[in-house]
């Protein structure tokens, strides 16, 4: 018994695998053909059987040929999906595009324009990468929202152009964090107000302002003396826009600390080299460093 199971398991592996080498030759006979009319009946077959890759390469060979029909269209369409099938966004990004400067006014054209910025959203990398992708994935959804502001994706784009300048914003942010805790509370401070001036309403701005604030202060705090007042005035001066937007602030302890401190020196009672000054004491949950000297 255990033999004749043997040898049945022996015959269906033999009969696969011819299947499998007869079905492979006759699609090799079918790459090679000149038959333009029968590579397009079996592209379409493959593209309704999800079997992108063949769908692709026929295509590939036929499509010149029907450049100008309206054969060339869909078939131009299915091409573009088809690669965004295989999960290859770089190609299909390109392949839809292609299509947009094909067929500018076509049946597709519309859902051609949502998926290109869509296959940039897909390609777009975690925020400690480069962001182009990220960028152009905002600039795609744009312009769709632009030129169709009355269709059912036009929310879908806005809820992912805010997921995508969020990343922007968080990139910035870890800069800007960077600054800090290499003590360029200058340079800190730059890269947090070019955020927020591209990206007034991220998640992240109670945090990035008191980020801000005391990077101002900081700055100040360890300037040349002839600097110092000109320094303590702009923090005080980003207090009050702090304390105005978040009068509850979650950073309110620490915040009135740096008022009181900046108020004695303007006030003249902190000298000019504040050498007693050792940072903010406590950690935040967000892990400021509080105790920073430089």
Request: charged residues 25%; negative net charge.
């Amino acid at each position: 018994m255990h033999i004749i199971f043997l040898m049945k398991v022996r015959l269906y592996i033999i009969s696969l695998l011819l299947v499998i080498l007869c079905s492979c030759s006759g699609y090799n006979k079918l790459l090679k053909s000149t038959d333009y009319e029968l590579k397009k009946t079996k592209a379409l077959e493959f593209y309704a059987e999800t079997k992108y890759v063949k769908t692709t390469e026929l295509l590939r060979q036929i499509l010149a040929r029907y450049r100008g029909t309206e054969e060339g269209e869909e078939l131009n369409w299915i091409n573009a999906r088809s690669y965004y099938g295989m999960k290859d966004y770089m190609m299909a990004g390109m392949q839809f595009q292609q299509f947009i400067d094909q067929f500018p006014f076509g049946t597709h054209t519309e859902e051609a324009y949502y998926f290109v910025a869509y296959c940039d959203f897909l390609l777009s990398p975690r925020p400690e990468l480069d962001q182009e992708y990220t960028r152009n994935a905002i600039e795609g959804f744009n312009l769709f929202i632009t030129k169709y502001p009355n269709s059912p994706r036009a929310e879908e784009c806005r809820g992912y152009i805010t997921d995508l300048e969020n990343r922007l914003v968080e990139k910035n942010y870890k800069s800007a964090r960077l600054y800090y805790d290499m003590k360029e509370y200058k340079a800190a401070t730059v890269a947090i107000n070019n955020s927020l001036n591209v990206y007034a309403n991220t998640k992240y701005r109670e945090e990035m302002m008191f980020l801000k604030l005391n990077s101002l202060y900081l700055y100040a705090v360890n300037s040349l003396p002839a600097m110092q007042r000109t320094r303590y005035q702009d923090t005080l001066d980003d207090y009050f826009s702090f304390i105005e937007e978040y009068p509850d602030s979650r950073y309110a302890r620490d915040v009135m600390s740096i008022y009181e401190r900046t108020e004695r020196y303007l006030k003249g009672s902190i000298p000019t080299n504040d050498n007693n000054y050792d940072g903010l004491q406590e950690n935040d949950s967000t892990g400021v460093n509080r105790n920073t000297r430089p």
